[in-house]
């Protein structure tokens, strides 16, 4: 009687952060309770590759942000008082390009504590959004139902577009 040849056993897919792929009708395997080990090497690579990630971004965004809200003033100009357009695309060109100025020297000069630097470019973000954001509470109440929808539809883009610009770094996402 031939011998029954060994069951060949396939190591679980790993996704390398300590869950295991299991098919839908098979419940045998249960993802991994074992904590992913943090290699702080690995953790200080990642961060630089954030930074720099978020840095670059910085540097380029200005400029595209210069023609929306050249934009957005366009479409507000005739119901909302020039001075106050002004002065929020003022506001809003100043900290984009602080930003940058700050982002070129963080490309330029790696620093040496790159979380504090992140933490710096999530502030720039946050302050970024901020002004953004007052776009609606400024320039909504003067304006038109078409107005107001294209200023929304302006305002919803952009935030679409600085999810990409800060998708590299989970804080400056959220701020």
């Known amino acids: 009687m031939p011998t029954a040849a060994p069951k060949r056993s396939t190591p679980p897919r790993s996704w390398g952060c300590g869950l295991l792929k299991t098919s839908s009708h098979d419940n045998s395997r249960k993802p991994a309770t074992v904590p992913v080990a943090e290699d702080p090497v690995r953790i200080a690579h990642l961060r630089r590759q954030q930074l720099n990630l978020l840095a670059r971004q910085a540097t380029r965004s200005p400029f595209v942000i210069l023609i929306v809200s050249a934009f957005v003033a366009y479409v507000v100009s005739e119901h909302v008082p020039l001075a106050l357009v002004g002065l929020w695309g003022l506001v809003l060109?100043?900290?984009?390009?602080a930003r940058r100025a700050y982002a070129l020297r963080q490309l330029?000069?790696?620093?040496a504590d790159v979380q504090r630097a992140l933490g710096r470019m999530v502030w720039f973000a946050f302050a970024a959004g901020l002004v953004t954001g007052t776009a609606g509470p400024l320039f909504f109440?003067?304006?038109?139902?078409?107005g107001r929808a294209l200023l929304t539809m302006i305002l919803v883009c952009w935030t679409a577009g600085g999810v990409s610009t800060a998708a590299a770094y989970a804080r400056a996402f959220y701020a």
């Open 93 to 97: 060109i100043a900290v984009l390009f």
């Open 108 to 111: 330029s000069n790696p620093p």
């Open 141 to 146: 109440s003067p304006l038109s139902s078409e």
